[in-house]
């Protein structure tokens, strides 16, 4: 069964403080992907990564930066956490011999006091 | 930028009713994808249908393509209390990236 897992399913931190949220698949992947859910705007891509070490700028990668340092792990940083980054961060992973097919992560509802 | 766009935003039925959700999106597609997303969850992948394909069924879920009106649907037949989720359509633009563009999804509810 494949499987995406996410450190936490809730985090409340306070503004200015630095935040990591982990993501691990176990499925081998070559990609994986860091997404934000807000309402009404559904997901917008935070930060893409297609290797070990590789990482590409989505749609909103303003106050994110990414690590990837073993392939089943990406990490997304919030250098200084803000007010408006308070929202649902889902992880998702795909192969390159499937790239139309992510398998999420169950999420983490951040909010950011 | 959102490639996919799902309507309605919200529909609410009775169990045993058949749900019906549209996607419309702008530039051609390889292909497109369901997702259900249960409350407070991460997405599930449905289903998938390429461009030359006109429609596919998996259990009760039928979803049909028409790349002349750039649309699809997704038919939930026989409707559950458990359907109760929202459904995401995503893109993945012909000559584009391989990373699928999602929409804004239709939530849908299922009353018992």
């Known amino acids: 069964d494949v499987k995406v897992t996410q450190s936490s399913r809730y985090l409340v931190k306070r503004t200015g403080e630095k935040v990591f949220l982990e993501c691990v698949q176990d499925?081998?992947?070559?990609?994986m992907f860091w997404y934000r859910q807000d309402p009404g705007l559904g997901l917008r891509l935070i930060y893409f990564?297609?290797?070990?070490?590789?990482?590409e700028k989505g749609d909103i990668p303003e106050g994110y930066s990414v690590s990837r340092e073993k392939k089943e792990r990406f990490s997304l940083i919030l250098e200084s956490a803000s007010t408006n980054q308070t929202s649902m961060y889902l992880c998702?992973?795909?192969?390159?011999?499937?790239?139309?097919?992510?398998?999420f992560g169950p999420g983490t509802r951040l909010t950011v006091l | 930028s959102q490639q996919g766009e799902e309507d309605p935003q919200a529909l609410s039925i009775q169990e045993g009713e058949n749900a019906t959700m549209n996607c419309s999106y702008k530039t051609s597609i390889n292909n497109l994808q369901w997702y259900r997303q249960n409350s407070g969850r991460g997405l599930v992948h449905l289903i998938l249908i390429r461009s030359n394909e006109r429609e596919k069924h998996s259990g009760r879920l039928r979803v049909t393509l028409d790349t002349s009106k750039k649309s699809s649907s997704l038919l939930i037949t026989a409707s559950r209390a458990a359907d109760t989720a929202s459904y995401f359509c995503a893109t993945d633009a012909l000559g584009g990236s391989y990373i699928p563009t999602f929409g804004r999804g239709t939530s849908l509810i299922v009353h018992p």
């Open positions: 998702a992973s795909s192969s390159w011999a499937a790239t139309d097919t992510q398998y």
């Open positions: 990564s297609y290797d070990v070490k590789m990482k």
């Open positions: 499925m081998d992947h070559e990609n």
